[in-house]
């Protein structure tokens, strides 16, 4: 029994003998001890109590150190990790690991999580980043991260909201028919034979090098997908065998450059449009400047829009009738890029196979997926048949 039940105990007997003696005269000298003991129990009983607090409350307190002194190591942790991966050491060791596959070294610098993938430094996302951006189209594509097959749908009709005054009869339900366009992603690959003197760059370079390459051009193959694409839209939409439609559709201007033309583009494109891009030749923005000399006008033809080069498709002097030569809309609302894996590039690396010729092939691979998935959020303008 604790002594906070022994002092209970005894303060109930003493209330029983207290009862017993209150209406004695005689025993006034008792009651009197048995109130002093019931006072110096209360007394005991309350220094207890505020013992027990101070430690509960002690307790707390070491607890709440115990915890901001793990939260600061695993903090102390991630940033070592966070410097020990932009190291030049660790760039170093991540090359080697590139070139032979041993992560050994690169997981004996890093003091946690050294049970899963290798840790990119963060150079690395830096160089893709910056090469992406480089091709200019797409970073301005919307991005998801989904496994496998994604369906996107999108809007092929639908009624405008209405007003609706107190009183008046109810609304009547939209009517919206919707289609569905299935992104379906595949491997883009690059590779590059490298000689044994580009072999021998140490860390920074070499990641510079090998990144920078491979990534442009597998983004450049991207954008080029994506914009065939485009250019191969349907002006109208129809449905499939199933009664599904699953291409959205584009409008389609045919005329030759003219300095009203990017403007007359970007009126026949959906309400939705915001962010207005051009994609065209450099040879076929050429014939745009020289309208614009040739007419003095003040301004640029392509004002409230950005201007992207891709030279998939063909220069309005070279096209053909009926050929795209620039498409005009808005990449961000219109189309979606899907990175199964994540926006990385792996690289796989064979120093065995052009051995004899002192050259290694490196190739770098993105699993990626792009549509247009919203209808009339680009024109297609193609070459008329006479000028």
């Given amino acids: 029994m604790s002594r906070k039940e022994e002092i209970e105990a005894r303060k109930l007997e003493l209330r029983d003998e ?32 505020e013992h027990e607090e101070g430690e509960k409350k002690a307790e707390e307190l070491e607890q709440k150190k115990f915890i901001a002194k793990e939260v600061i190591k695993e903090e102390r942790k991630i940033m070592d990790n966070k410097e020990i991966r932009n ?41 893709i980043k910056t090469a992406w951006a480089r091709e200019g189209l797409m970073s301005r594509v919307r991005t998801i991260s989904v496994k496998g097959n994604f369906k996107v749908q999108f809007e092929v009709s639908g009624t405008d909201a209405v007003i609706h005054t107190e009183g008046a ?39 510079n090098y090998v990144y920078d390459e491979l990534t442009y051009r597998i983004a450049k193959k991207c954008a080029d997908t994506l914009v065939g694409k485009i250019a191969a839209l349907p002006t109208s939409l129809s449905a499939n065998g199933e009664g599904i439609y699953d291409t959205v559709s584009a409008n389609k201007i045919k005329k030759a450059p003219s300095i009203a033309l990017p403007a007359e583009a970007v009126a ?87 051995m004899t010729q002192d050259l290694v092939r490196i190739l770098g691979r993105r699993y990626v997926g792009v549509e247009a998935v919203a209808d009339k959020s680009f024109v297609n303008i193609t070459k008329p048949s006479s000028v």
């Fill in 18 to 49: 207290i009862e017993a003696v209150e209406n004695n005269e005689e025993a006034a000298e008792k009651l009197e001890e048995l109130n002093n003991e019931v006072e110096a129990l209360n007394e005991e009983e309350q220094e207890i109590k």
């Fill in 87 to 127: 190291s030049k050491e660790y760039i170093n060791a991540y090359a080697e690991y590139l070139k032979n596959s041993d992560d050994t070294e690169c997981r004996a610098l890093l003091t946690t999580g050294v049970n899963g993938t290798v840790e990119v430094p963060d150079m690395v996302y830096d160089i």
């Fill in 169 to 207: 009869s109810a609304i009547t339900e939209e009517e919206l028919i919707l289609g569905i366009v299935t992104i379906v992603p595949s491997s883009i690959k690059k590779f590059l034979s490298i000689s044994d003197e580009v072999l021998d760059m140490r860390g920074e370079a070499f990641l």
């Fill in 268 to 354: 026949n494109l959906s309400d939705e449009t915001n962010i207005i891009t051009a994609v065209m030749n450099k040879l076929t923005y050429a014939e745009f400047i020289d309208k614009k000399l040739a007419a003095n006008y003040p301004s640029d033809p392509f004002e409230g829009m950005t201007v992207v080069f891709n030279n998939t498709l063909p220069a309005y002097s070279a096209a053909s009738e009926n050929d795209v030569y620039m498409i005009v809309g808005d990449f961000d609302h219109g189309a979606l890029a899907n990175y199964p894996e994540g926006e990385g590039i792996a690289i796989k690396y064979d120093d065995k196979t052009l």
